[in-house]
């Protein structure tokens, strides 16, 4: 049974046990409540995140799966786990799966499906994890796999396996990876023509590629080419990491990235011959051209230029949804509804191997491996398609086909695209207005793959208290660590990081002189986010939609309720993860939407109430999570943020400037002694106890050598301090690892090494980027560090 979500919002104990007492109509209605209660019905609260709609998304497809499906925990590699985990789980013949081994990156994803109305919803990861997360939020089902994998993307091909498996068994699959945030209703817009007809649909990415961030498999045959694309991934994959020496011999990879094997196997059905196009790419030049002539030849376009998307499907133009631009007629990208379609059928090599096409694309024999996965899809039951390898089968494989379609932007629209103009971020829409899209990727976002999550704080379109139950001792930060979860931090005035910076250089040198200071203090660093209208980022431009922010260089920042008027941009320089993770010599950073939560924990928890923890508690515990929250822990102080004086930034006279050791060391006398970064870089990670106790220790050690134990959280400075140039003993070592050490390649972050926010290139690059970024001449006075 579903019950409203402003039925139940409203709903609170003590009052309904007055109500008991007067009427058996009140306790009928109690009975209701904990009967939807237990069955995981979504408890809807008003919360600053989301605006929730009087009337659920998926109302308009009748796919509203509150309460309508199954728990469900468990390994699907056997038969009938996979059907009795279908069975669970799906609604009306539709499954979404999520992949991933981080649960609050899918704790966050699940939470915007239920957001919609949608519960059908399957979480693939580790056994460990699945186990975690069960005795979390047992609301989202969790599954694994134990089938036998030789390649390197165990969870990736997992997934793959799922759909293909899922498919083959008559139900539909709905894949998404977690960096994804939908807004509306997604199977009006997924059944609507001429979607409605294709088997296969996916993501275009780039040139016309597929992104296998977003896969639909629906009303597939068991036998046909939908279903086989799938599954050739894994077979493909494990057939050649069974034998790699027989394509070393002739120059050729064994190993394949995951979404180019996609692209591969999907251009196989499309030609109707196994390719193995982007795999075994010839990057050589003199190789190049040929490569792309053959491949070209073979789908009937002209030679010249890589092969695309309209080489082997025919476009469709399409309407943009007009409910989509109720709020945004002005959208630019309302003129680029598009598909790409084609009819595809079982490949068959017709037992001719080209060389032109690179030879024979299969060793000899099956390892074990791939006759494990053929085995398992034959255990499923249906039909097999004919064997691509068997000539005498070529006319059966001719005859069966299916209808692939790339699905059009406004069911999947990339950051790059869409995300950066800010029409994702409610803040900046008008009030109650909704994003001119159905399905936001958040792939292609500078300074690396951490900043997906970094986008959707930054776009209002995360749930600060999953987070928070995800990771209940409260290390939710890029800068947090087991030692130290809620980190010491160093952070610019509000007024500063407002302030009129003239150019992007001087912002950097500010920003710079910050984190330097922090580094030697232990402490994180706050990274100031300039205005988006600062001239040389945007200028008035971005006082409206759309904006007019450089997306590889900038992430556009809101907090709820601010829009314009707080419209801050995340810059390039300290986005790369290395520039916020923590490491022994390093105490990390806190990007900006991280920096106001943290300020936010602070004002709600640093008074002796308890009202907003236990609002959240409740919230939770509505959601259907089982963690509770420690109110100690929660247990801020009012004295957890202090600004330091403009009278104590200035260098000692006659000094000019600070040599930043010795400021360092002054602050630290006058405020509580070195920050977490300091007293916990040496605390062991073994297990939380041993890490409780060392901790304790420290904090102890520390309090006894000073005589205090008045450290702040949160250290402000009221000016930009004067530093010489000569670094301090953590910076050295943190240049040093950069350049020498293992960190080069897994911690980068140039700027802090280098003092400049990109990687420039000489010539032409190098001044196209220098005007891009708006820096103009004043980026020549940028110290090499």
């Keep these: ?134 005795a979390t939020w047992p609301r989202l089902a969790c599954v694994w796999s134990t089938q036998p994998l030789l390649s390197r993307m165990r969870h990736l091909l997992d997934r793959v396996a799922f759909m293909a498996r899922a498919g083959r068994l008559g139900y539909n699959v709905l894949m998404l990876d977690t960096d994804v945030v939908p807004f509306r209703d997604l199977y009006t817009l997924l059944w609507a023509e001429p979607l409605g007809s294709a088997s296969l649909l996916a993501m275009r990415d780039g040139n016309g590629w597929l992104n296998c961030g977003v896969v639909y498999i629906r009303n597939a045959r068991p036998d046909g080419p939908a279903a086989y694309v799938l599954a050739e991934v894994v077979d493909r994959l494990e057939r050649w990491a ?176 869409g995300g950066a103009l800010g029409y994702w971020n409610p803040a900046l829409l008008p009030p109650g207005g909704q994003p001119p899209v159905a399905l936001a990727h958040f792939v292609h976002v500078p300074g690396g793959a951490t900043n997906k999550l970094t986008v959707k704080m930054a776009s209002n379109r995360w749930d600060w208290d999953v987070a928070h139950a995800a990771h209940p001792n409260r290390g939710i930060f890029f800068a947090s660590t087991r030692a130290a979860p809620l980190p010491d931090v160093l952070a610019l005035d509000p007024s500063l990081e407002s302030r009129e910076w003239p150019d992007e250089a001087a912002f950097a040198d500010a920003v710079l002189t910050l984190l330097r200071l922090a580094m030697e203090m232990g402490r994180a660093a706050a990274f100031p986010a300039p205005r988006c209208n600062l001239s040389w980022i945007g200028g008035e431009k971005n006082n409206k939609l759309p904006l007019g922010v450089n997306h590889g260089f900038f992430i556009p920042y809101s907090p709820a309720g601010k829009g314009f008027n707080d419209l801050r941009c995340l810059w390039a320089g300290y986005l790369p993860y290395g520039c916020q993770a923590v490491r022994s010599y390093f105490s990390g950073g806190l990007l900006a939407p991280e920096y106001d939560h943290l300020l936010h924990l602070i004002h709600q928890h640093g008074t002796s109430s308890s009202s907003s923890v236990t609002s959240s508690a409740d919230y939770l515990a509505a959601l259907g999570f089982t963690v509770t929250l420690d109110q100690r822990a929660l247990g801020l102080t009012s004295g957890e943020i202090q600004t330091i004086p403009a009278a104590q930034l200035r260098p000692p006279w006659p000094q000019e400037a600070w040599d930043v050791k010795l400021m360092a060391d002054a602050l630290m006398n006058w405020y509580g002694g070195p920050g977490t970064g300091l007293l916990f870089a040496n605390v062991s990670t073994a297990d939380d106890d041993t890490v409780a106790a060392a901790v304790a220790e420290a904090e102890a050690a520390e309090a006894a050598a000073t005589g205090r134990s008045n450290r702040p959280r949160v250290l402000v400075l009221s000016d930009i301090p004067r530093l010489t140039d000569r670094l301090g003993p953590r910076h050295e070592l943190f240049k040093q690892e950069l350049e020498i050490g293992p960190d080069r390649s897994v911690m980068s972050c140039d700027w802090i090494r280098t003092g400049r926010p990109y990687r420039r290139r000489r010539g032409r690059s190098h001044r196209r980027l220098h005007n891009i970024a708006g820096a103009g001449a004043a980026a020549a006075r940028w110290r090499v560090l």
């Design 1 to 134: 049974m579903f019950v409203r979500h402003d039925l139940l919002g409203i709903m609170n104990l003590p009052r309904y046990q007055q109500l008991l007492r007067r009427s058996l109509g009140a306790l009928l209605l109690l009975l209701l409540v904990l009967q939807c209660i237990r069955a995981n019905i979504i408890q809807y609260h008003p919360r600053e995140l989301y605006d929730f709609p009087q009337q659920l998304a998926c109302e308009k497809s009748g796919m509203c799966s509150l309460g309508k499906v199954k728990p469900f925990l468990g390994d699907v590699f056997s038969s009938p786990a996979m059907k009795a985990c279908l069975d669970a789980r799906s609604f009306r013949k539709e499954l979404i799966l999520l992949t991933e081994t981080r649960l609050n990156p899918a704790y966050q994803t699940f939470r915007s499906l239920l957001h919609l109305g949608y519960e059908h919803v399957v979480m693939l990861s580790s056994e460990e994890k699945c186990f975690h997360s069960n």
């Design 242 to 417: 069974a034998n790699p020496g027989y394509f070393s011999a002739r120059g050729l990879n064994s190993y394949c990235w995951d979404q180019q094997m996609y692209s591969d196997t999907l251009l196989s059905a499309l030609a109707g011959r196994p390719l193995s196009y982007g795999c075994w790419y010839r990057h050589d030049p003199g190789l190049k051209a040929e490569w792309d002539a053959a491949h070209i030849q073979l789908f009937g376009g002209n030679p010249g230029g890589m092969l695309e998307s309209h080489h082997y499907l025919t476009r469709a133009a399409l309407q943009w949804p007009p409910e989509l631009l109720t709020n945004s007629q002005d959208y630019p990208n309302r003129h680029s509804a598009e598909t790409w379609m084609g009819t595809m059928r079982i490949p068959n090599s017709r037992g001719d191997w080209p060389v032109e096409l690179g030879g024979p694309l299969y060793p000899p024999t099956r390892g074990e491996t791939s006759q494990c996965w053929m085995q398992t899809l034959q255990d499923d039951g249906g039909p097999m398609w004919p064997d691509p390898e068997d000539p005498a089968q070529a006319g059966a494989a001719a005859a069966i086909t299916e209808t692939f379609a790339y699905l059009p932007i406004y069911l999947a629209e990339s950051w790059s695209v």
